[in-house]
């Protein structure tokens, strides 16, 4: 604060004289001295408000970066890195090398299950849990009064127009359809209905009656079948609406659907907003559900994954022609293909807004339903590459409905293979050998660069090799190493490789360039399987297993494998592991290379990449280059605190909020598995995760409370685990979010049975969301109401003098409760 000596008020002397003008002078000079003063006041509190953002944007960094530290301790293997990998490369591998010979008796698949000690992971949701957390996330959505809520805040309601092509759908799943549309909380939709000449006479009958009883219900019959595009194309003509939504004449959409689409083009510039989706199987239950990436260009160009809930802005949809005649079956594939060639603004609702209705006759329940579908897929993928002028072919994958978009080389030009190195001759041997007998593609150089070998065979291999070596006896920083000989090459394209991997397939380089010729694409990752099969790297998440991890890990590696088959797809992510990475050169020139200085062993590849993002470039998987990878074999593992904690620092809000990843999906490694732990769409912002103990256990007429900071806006929900309890408690839990603990207003409360709470696990309590809760400290407190016995909460380990201790009866106890924070991400 400033010196207030200059502007302050001094005495004011009347001369005893009386004189009026004197008066009137001093009068004068005490308004201009006021003024000063008033200018110094704003000034003032205008410097305060400013250091008061300062200070809660600090709060918040710090916060974020605790948060994701947090989640690093936490983890399992967190606490195993740090020995794991010596005593793996000293002790394990020897043994398991010695006892080799006899476990040859062993099946191919036991064998990889022993060396890896490792279980095959289970990738398919188990129907009977995924029901329960179904039920549960409906109970939160499915309000009809919040939903009117907030239909009257909404400033502009736009006209939905849902198109739905009928053909003799079974007289229950049409009225179940109908019934979805009809049972919407947002008003605002028209139902554009083009029937196909139906044989079925129950079909006219339940349309005309429908139409009757709501005029938003429009109907055509044609007199003739003209198929899927035809008829889908007479619907287009009978809607007004600004944006249009597709739906099968056998299956439904939540009651919010509209109302979330909606309130995501009254929030953003939005062209196309598509959701997530599940199936309805034959005795009415959900299953099957497939949680999606944002935007995804290039997995678009593999499958069809926007699918459904799409919604259309429809001028845009006219402007193209509309449903295109001779890909029926493809036809909603192929409009997203023309569409997304006029426009980028893609946004993507977290939630299932959906369900697919399994039968025998549909794709939903039977991918052998509609085999034309498939040919038709592919004809719209070799129609778009050529409108978009890109030279190529198009595959068909081994699984149906997935695709190779094969790229021909238009700037192929020497690659600039670099591989650190250190000791380990072995390693470096196989993995030169494998590039040299199995690269298709031979405009391409090798630089090894020699971090300080000792062992008298690897010198020797170094002095003998025809390979540029390159030589850097400083200490081991990964970054530099790269840097160093990226700055001393010259070919159009950098291959960073790790010394322990080998070559599978013979197009691995060519697949690379093939998308690192692009403009658009900044850096291109590989397909990294362990020697015994199963996946090391097929893409990297952010967020997963605490700051990032490798997707899909531990998954088999053959093809048709892992979460909707992604692994085998082509498909972006937001980074890839420089254990195989291409670049430009001139694109790693002009973002400077790796970070030296504060990343040089761990989370300088995704950097890289998160940098190259920042930019506006694509970062692309693609699993037709495939290497065998032994991971850190030459170096084992090594994770440094400082980095950690820069990495999260710098790219925090990032790390919270994967674009590539879904939330509704865990951050536990592997990954790709549904977070039954919260409802839909919901992110971390912040945690108490690890463990120290636990509080004194709390009776009926207790209560314990919390303080915390939100970190994002649409504060949603709140997360506290319990303890183990050997028997349920019966009464009730009541959860009040305040703004202090002096507060008696709630600005949430909800109510719940004692006997739902699991325990030893994490139970959340969800609200409607708070959109103004970014940088916001709030209290919440938990009171037990007539409960048959005590129950107990658990401690955090982690100290925090910014929120402070735990409240026991609205007074400070001892230790942090452990405690999760949630944010609800509407869309993205």
């Given at each position: 604060m400033g010196n207030n000596a200059d502007t302050a008020i001094k005495p004011l002397r009347v001369t005893e004289s009386g004189d009026p003008s004197a008066s009137a002078d001093a009068l004068s000079k005490l308004e201009t001295e006021l003024a000063a003063l008033r200018a110094a006041h704003s000034k003032q509190s205008v410097e305060l408000e400013a250091m008061k953002a300062h200070l809660a944007n600090v709060t918040i960094a710090l916060i974020q970066k605790e948060t994701q530290l947090n989640r690093i301790t936490s983890t399992l293997g967190w606490r195993l890195m740090t020995w794991?990998?010596?005593?793996?490369?000293?002790?394990?591998?020897?043994?398991?090398?010695?006892?080799?010979?006899?476990?040859?008796?062993?099946?191919?698949?036991?064998?990889?299950?022993?060396?890896?000690?490792?279980?095959?992971?289970?990738?398919?949701?188990?129907?009977?849990?995924?029901?329960?957390?179904?039920?549960?996330?409906?109970?939160?959505?499915?309000?009809?009064?919040?939903?009117r809520r907030r239909i009257a805040r909404m400033e502009s309601r736009p006209l939905i127009s849902l198109l739905m092509p009928v053909y003799n759908p079974e007289r229950e799943h049409l009225t179940k359809a109908l019934d979805s549309v009809i049972n919407q909380y947002y008003p605002d939709w028209e139902l554009c209905i083009a029937d196909d000449a139906s044989r079925e006479p129950h079909v006219r009958v339940v349309l005309e009656d429908y139409a009757s009883r709501d005029d938003r219900i429009k109907v055509v019959f044609r007199r003739t079948n003209g198929g899927i595009s035809a008829a889908s194309n007479e619907a287009l003509a009978l809607a007004s609406g600004s944006f249009i939504g597709l739906l099968d004449h056998d299956d439904e959409i939540t009651p919010d659907a509209m109302l979330q689409v909606a309130s995501v083009i009254a929030q953003a510039d939005a062209d196309l907003i598509y959701s997530d989706e599940d199936k309805i199987d034959s005795l009415g239950q959900r299953c099957e559900a497939f949680f999606k990436p944002a935007w995804s260009p290039d997995l678009l160009l593999s499958c069809n994954y926007i699918s459904h809930f799409g919604v259309y802005r429809k001028n845009i949809v006219d402007d193209i022609g509309g449903f295109r005649e001779g890909v029926e079956g493809s036809q909603d594939y192929d409009l997203a293909l023309r569409f997304t060639e006029r426009t980028d603004k893609v946004f993507h609702i977290p939630a299932v807004l959906y369900h697919w209705r399994k039968s025998g006759a549909s794709a939903a329940g039977n991918h052998q339903a509609k085999p034309?579908?498939?040919?038709?897929?592919?004809?719209?993928?070799?129609?778009?590459?050529?409108?978009?002028?890109?030279?190529?072919?198009?595959?068909?994958?081994?699984?149906?409905?997935?695709?190779?978009?094969?790229?021909?080389?238009?700037?192929?030009?020497?690659?600039?293979?670099?591989?650190?190195?250190?000791?380990?001759?072995?390693?470096?041997?196989?993995?030169?050998?494998?590039?040299?007998?199995?690269?298709?593609?031979?405009?391409?150089?090798?630089?090894?660069?020699?971090?300080?070998?000792?062992?008298?065979?690897?010198?020797?291999?170094?002095?003998r090799t025809r390979h540029t070596v390159i030589r850097d006896n400083r200490p081991f920083n990964f970054s530099r190493l790269n840097n160093t000989a990226a700055g001393m090459v010259d070919g159009e394209y950098l291959l960073l490789l790790n010394n322990d991997t080998e070559v599978i397939s013979s197009e691995w380089l060519s697949a690379m360039i093939e998308h690192a010729q692009r403009p658009e694409v900044g850096a291109v990752g590989a397909k990294l399987i362990y020697p015994q099969g199963l996946i090391q790297h097929a893409g990297v998440i952010l967020g997963l297993g605490g700051v990032a991890d490798h997707s899909q890990k531990l998954v088999e590696g053959r093809e048709g494998t892992g979460y909707s088959n992604f692994p085998n797809v082509v498909r972006n992510y937001t980074a890839v592991t420089a254990a195989c990475m291409m670049i430009r050169r001139s694109l790693y020139d002009e973002v400077g290379g790796?970070?030296?200085?504060?990343?040089?062993?761990?989370?300088?590849?995704?950097?890289?990449?998160?940098?190259?993002?920042?930019?506006?470039?694509?970062?692309?998987?693609?699993?037709?280059?495939?290497?065998?990878?032994?991971?850190?074999?030459?170096?084992?593992?090594?994770?440094?605190?400082?980095?950690?904690?820069?990495?999260?620092?710098?790219?925090?809000?990032?790390?919270?909020?994967?674009?590539?990843?879904?939330?509704?999906?865990?951050?536990?490694?592997?990954?790709f598995s549904v977070d039954f732990s919260k409802p839909e769409a919901l992110y971390c912002t912040y945690s108490h995760d690890l463990m120290s103990?636990?509080?004194?256990?709390?009776?009926?007429?207790?209560?314990?409370?919390?303080?915390?900071?939100?970190?994002?806006?649409?504060?949603?929900?709140?997360?506290?685990?319990?303890?183990?309890?050997?028997?349920?408690?019966?009464?009730?839990?009541?959860?009040?979010?305040?703004?202090?603990?002096?507060?008696?207003?709630?600005?949430?409360?909800?109510?719940v049975d004692a006997s739902e709470v699991p325990g030893g696990e994490f139970y959340t309590f969800p609200f409607e969301p708070m959109p103004e809760s970014r940088g916001e400290m709030f209290y919440f407190f938990i009171e037990f109401r007539d409960t048959s016995g005590p129950l107990t909460l658990y401690k955090s380990s982690v100290t925090n003098d910014v929120v402070g201790p735990h409240f026991r009866g609205h007074l400070p106890g001892e230790g942090t409760l452990t405690l999760r924070v949630f944010c609800h991400g509407q869309f993205r």
């Open positions: 794991y990998g010596p005593i793996k490369y000293r002790c394990v591998l020897p043994i398991y090398r010695w006892l080799k010979n006899p476990l040859r008796g062993r099946t191919a698949e036991e064998e990889t299950r022993f060396a890896l000690q490792a279980p095959e992971r289970q990738l398919e949701i188990k129907d009977d849990t995924y029901q329960a957390w179904a039920r549960w996330c409906e109970q939160i959505r499915y309000d009809p009064e919040r939903a034309y579908a498939y040919e038709a897929s592919a004809k719209s993928l070799a129609d778009a590459l050529r409108r978009r002028g890109i030279p190529g072919i198009v595959e068909n994958s081994q699984f149906r409905g997935f695709y190779r978009v094969k790229r021909f080389l238009s700037s192929p030009g020497k690659v600039s293979i670099i591989i650190p190195t250190r000791d380990r001759l072995s390693l470096l041997h196989a993995c030169i050998m494998s590039i040299e007998s199995k690269t298709e593609y031979r405009d391409f150089e090798i630089i090894i660069v020699d971090n300080g070998s000792q062992n008298p065979a690897t010198l020797d291999y170094l002095k790796m970070n030296e200085e504060d990343l040089p062993v761990a989370f300088n590849d995704v950097d890289l990449c998160l940098r190259l993002r920042r930019l506006g470039y694509l970062i692309v998987y693609t699993p037709y280059a495939t290497l065998y990878h032994k991971e850190s074999a030459s170096r084992g593992f090594d994770v440094n605190e400082r980095e950690v904690s820069y990495f999260s620092g710098a790219w925090g809000s990032d790390i919270i909020g994967d674009p590539y990843y879904n939330p509704n999906l865990t951050l536990t490694n592997p990954g103990g636990v509080v004194s256990k709390v009776k009926s007429g207790d209560c314990i409370g919390q303080y915390f900071f939100a970190g994002q806006n649409h504060l949603s929900a709140i997360g506290v685990r319990f303890a183990t309890n050997h028997k349920r408690c019966s009464g009730k839990l009541r959860f009040h979010l305040r703004a202090s603990h002096e507060s008696t207003e709630d600005l949430a409360f909800m109510e």
